[in-house]
């Protein structure tokens, strides 16, 4: 499973607040509408928080890909997405 299958599938799973996503061996806890966070228990911040948009969790993707330890999709500063 991939990073973005994995993480969709722990946050559509997850609860209203404080949800929690594991990918591998990395577990991220967030809440919504709050900055601070948790990777392994340890604590860390985003820039942007994590909120609902039309029934979807949304979390920034960069910071998040950078928290669990993957390498965002895409290079030299550019993002591509696909269905």
Same mark, same amino acid.
């Given at each position: 499973?991939? $990073?973005?299958?994995? $993480?969709?599938?722990g946050l559509t799973a997850g609860r209203a607040q404080g949800v929690t996503s594991a990918f591998g061996s990395v577990q991220l806890t967030f809440t919504l509408d709050q900055t601070g966070t948790f990777v392994n228990g340890d604590p860390a911040t985003l820039l942007a928080a994590p909120r609902v948009v039309g029934g979807r969790t949304m979390l920034p993707l960069r910071e998040t890909a950078a928290l669990l330890?993957? #390498? #965002? #999709?895409?290079?030299?500063?550019?993002?591509? $997405?696909?269905?």
């Open positions: 499973m991939g $990073l973005t299958a994995g $993480l969709i599938a330890g993957q #390498p #965002p #999709p895409g290079a030299a500063g550019q993002v591509q $997405l696909a269905r």
